[in-house]
């Protein structure tokens, strides 16, 4: 019975970064990688960062949205709403 099993891998998703809000340090924009800045682990990290929706453009300044965080370097971001703006 357990030659029959199959072993699946699954990639264990980090959430850790999902969620948080981030500064735009290089412009993010499709076919580009850019860097962002969020609070991690303590202190702050620049990231790698490509648009979540695959489209957007975001400038050196914006704050983003951290959709899906992919180890161990790489976020996918997209605009930070409203309701979360400091402005």
Not at 16 to 25: A, D, H, Q, W, Y
Not at 43 to 48: C, E, Q
Request: net charge neutral.
């Amino acid at each position: 019975p357990s030659s029959r099993r199959k072993l699946r891998m699954h990639k264990d998703v980090d959430r850790s970064l999902t969620g948080r809000i981030g500064r735009v340090t290089g412009r993010v924009g499709p076919g580009t990688i850019g860097e962002v800045m969020l609070p991690f682990r303590g202190g702050t990290s620049a990231f790698h960062a490509h648009p979540f929706d695959k489209e957007s453009v975001f400038a050196v300044g914006d704050e983003v949205l951290v959709i899906y965080f992919e180890p161990p370097q790489t976020v996918y971001v997209d605009e930070l709403p409203d309701v979360l703006r400091h402005e």
